[in-house]
């Protein structure tokens, strides 16, 4: 069974910086598309950046301040979050889907790693 861990959340002022890391117990290569979701209190989950074999993309809202990156060799992926506001704290979950499946979310989760940012 893939098993997908989080860390990196926390709490930090508007305007400042997280780094979220997404380690996976088996080789990432498997993975056509890996991504990162967030929800937020009362809020349905959202995705927020999704990285493939070739390309990366990411909701309006995060564009120019978020970087989806993945490390092959680590199995890892990562989110790079800057200039952080209120409005980004939510849990933020790490999802993968493998290759030859289709379709978003993919079936494996991450249990979530919390990040609150204070205005």
């Known amino acids: 069974q893939e098993h997908l861990v989080e860390s990196g959340g926390g709490l930090v002022q508007a305007g400042g910086s997280l780094s979220l890391s997404c380690a996976a117990s088996?080789?990432?290569?498997?993975?056509?598309?890996m991504g990162w979701y967030r929800q937020a209190p009362g809020k349905q989950r959202e995705l927020v950046a999704l990285?493939?074999?070739?390309?990366?993309n990411y909701t309006e809202s995060v564009k120019g301040r978020f970087t989806i990156s993945r490390d092959n060799a680590k199995n890892t992926l990562y989110l790079q979050m800057t200039s952080l506001r209120p409005e980004d704290t939510a849990v933020y979950y790490c999802?993968?889907?493998?290759?030859?499946?289709?379709?978003?979310?993919?079936?494996?989760w991450g249990q979530g790693t919390q990040v609150t940012v204070s205005s």
């Open positions: 088996i080789n990432i290569f498997s993975f056509g598309a």
């Open positions: 990285i493939t074999l070739g390309n990366t």
């Open positions: 999802n993968a889907r493998p290759l030859g499946r289709f379709g978003l979310p993919g079936p494996y």
